[in-house]
């Protein structure tokens, strides 16, 4: 499969990066409830959706290298995680702001959904403490796979607290008969996904880049 | 300002500015390994 060239997708990401931004900030309207503050959603769900995609996509290249063997999957599996753990920090980074706003906390831990998502952040910062204490090869490739592959079911667990939730302080937005929102809230949100999601591809494209740089780099070292 | 603007703003300032030191940390240290690859492969055949 061609793949599309990084300054493509960099361009890509700027232009709805932009798009998004315009339309959170001119074009949707004032939530009814939350009023200006809620503009944090727009970029804090499109984040948190992306950070659980990336988790999955690491499992996935994990199990991919469990499978076929393949070193290049492991790597792959690393920096999907990488990606991962680097959303998660801002999912809890704007959460917290939000949090601050709407409920007069930075953090509450009687929400099932913030600590469950603290629990698969950390889990998943762990997953580097174990990468790195063993040396480079393929056991460290197959713990770090395995440990990834465990790691995603903590994904469906932490998405579905919310629903699972009793207190509800946490907004429900999105429920089986869709989203609570329509119109320019929606239409904005749906570009901050995107948005978010092509601007992830492209950092993961591009660390992905600088790791297989770094395997020709200690190549060439040994040679 | 209003409190939650400010509040707002801060956030996105947030996102941007770590998205911002991730790119920078990638790109000095693609730089840095380029640099070293190339003096590498200047030695090996040289």
């Known amino acids: ?223 | 300002m209003t409190t939650a603007e400010k509040y707002v703003t801060a956030a996105y300032c947030v996102v941007f500015g770590v998205v911002l030191l991730y790119v920078v940390i990638i790109a000095l240290k693609v730089q840095r390994m380029e640099r070293d690859i190339d003096k590498l492969e200047q030695e090996r055949d040289g």
């Not at chain 1, 996935?60 to 959303?87: M, N």
């Not at chain 1, 889990?123 to 480079?136: G, K, Q």
């Open chain 1, 1 to 223: 499969m061609r793949r599309i060239p990084l300054p493509v997708l960099a361009t890509a990401s700027l232009v709805l990066v932009t798009l998004a931004l315009a339309l959170v900030f001119f074009v949707a309207p004032n939530d009814a409830d939350q009023g200006f503050s809620q503009r944090i959603f727009y970029f804090h769900v499109s984040i948190a959706f992306t950070a659980y995609l990336c988790f999955g996509a690491g499992a996935w290249k994990a199990l991919r290298h469990l499978w076929k063997r393949d070193p290049r999957a492991d790597l792959e599996s690393y920096v999907a995680v990488h990606q991962g753990v680097i959303f998660g920090v801002l999912v809890l980074l704007t959460g917290s702001i939000w949090a601050k706003i709407s409920w007069g906390h930075w953090w509450v831990w009687s929400e099932n959904q913030l600590v469950l998502f603290l629990v698969l952040f950390l889990f998943y910062a762990a997953y580097f403490m174990l990468r790195f204490s063993v040396d480079p090869g393929p056991q460290r490739a197959n713990l770090s796979a395995v440990y990834a592959l465990f790691g995603v079911v903590l994904v469906p667990v932490s998405f579905l607290a919310i629903r699972l939730s009793q207190s509800l302080i946490h907004p429900q937005v999105f429920t089986r008969h869709g989203p609570n929102f329509g119109g320019w809230i929606l239409a904005a949100y749906i570009v901050s996904q995107v948005a978010v999601l092509v601007l992830a591809y492209t950092l993961y494209r591009v660390e992905l880049a600088g790791k297989l740089l770094d395997v020709r780099l200690r190549e060439l070292r040994l040679a």
